[in-house]
């Protein structure tokens, strides 16, 4: 039985959305940070930070001030750790900068999404920031869809949503320390890592996906514990590597 070519096209994509105002978009980012159910886990997340924070007794404003200019949980934690336990500032650094080095990669991927029609190195520099876990993730997602002109601001948007929602968390967070308890506090810290790998596997899609996705969850238990921090960038990049290289052996024998 033959079936109709027409069944098995896929369907057309999407036309890419149109507005002329960069204000518009700014807007229209900033509203889709706050409404994702990424948002949610990061909120969640940031509580935790914030209970963290008021548990060690780290000052609020100086806690949010490192959500607003690292925007990074586990390099957040990194420094309020070493902070508080006395480590020399220079070593707090130079471990919160191995931490962030894992996001490299990141920035590299979804940089040609966040370009718009005129190069502007300020502006990309600053939508670079924003590049976390959950901006890389959903940006992904997001971002091809939107015409050149308003990539920029949608994406300043978006990542300005993304930081507002935290730093929002983390006020919350410390306010109910007391009554957050210790445990709970902890648990909620591991939902930035548990929505990542949760969109990841929502967003996959072609089988390097998903190679790339095993390969990283077999090799993190070996690589977690090696010296400098760079187990998960190790494992990300090591895993993507492979898989990527696999992926296109499998489509040259297609």
Not at 95 to 108: C, D, H, K, N, Q
Not at 148 to 164: F, I, M, Q, W
Request: glycine residues 14%; charged residues 10%; contains cysteine.
């Amino acid at each position: 039985m033959t079936l109709p070519i027409g069944n098995l096209a896929p369907p057309p994509a999407p036309a890419p959305e149109r507005h002329h105002s960069t204000l518009g978009w700014f807007g229209r980012g900033f509203v889709e940070g706050l409404r994702s159910v990424a948002t949610m886990m990061l909120l969640g997340s940031f509580i935790g930070f914030g209970a963290l924070l008021e548990g060690v007794g780290f000052p609020l404003v100086a806690g949010m001030v490192s959500t607003m200019l690292i925007w990074a949980l586990p390099a957040q934690v990194i420094l309020i750790g070493g902070v508080v336990s006395g480590t020399a500032l220079p070593a707090v650094a130079l471990a919160v900068t191995l931490s962030s080095i894992r996001l490299l990669p990141m920035v590299v991927s979804i940089a040609p999404y966040m370009r718009g029609p005129r190069r502007n190195l300020l502006a990309e520099a600053a939508c670079a920031h924003f590049v976390a876990m959950t901006m890389w993730v959903e940006g992904l997602r997001l971002l091809p869809r939107i015409p050149g002109e308003g990539r920029v601001p949608y994406t300043l948007g978006l990542g300005s949503g993304y930081v507002a929602i935290s730093g929002a968390g983390t006020l919350v967070g410390y306010a109910l320390a007391g009554s957050v308890p210790g445990p709970l506090a902890a648990g909620l810290l591991l939902l930035t890592p548990l929505s990542f790998t949760v969109l990841m596997v929502r967003n996959a899609r072609g089988a390097t996906d998903w190679l790339a996705l095993g390969a990283g969850l077999a090799l993190t238990p070996l690589t977690m514990g090696l010296a400098g921090g760079l187990d998960l960038m190790i494992a990300g990049v090591g895993g993507g590597t492979l898989a990527y290289l696999v992926g296109r052996r499998l489509e040259k024998r297609r």
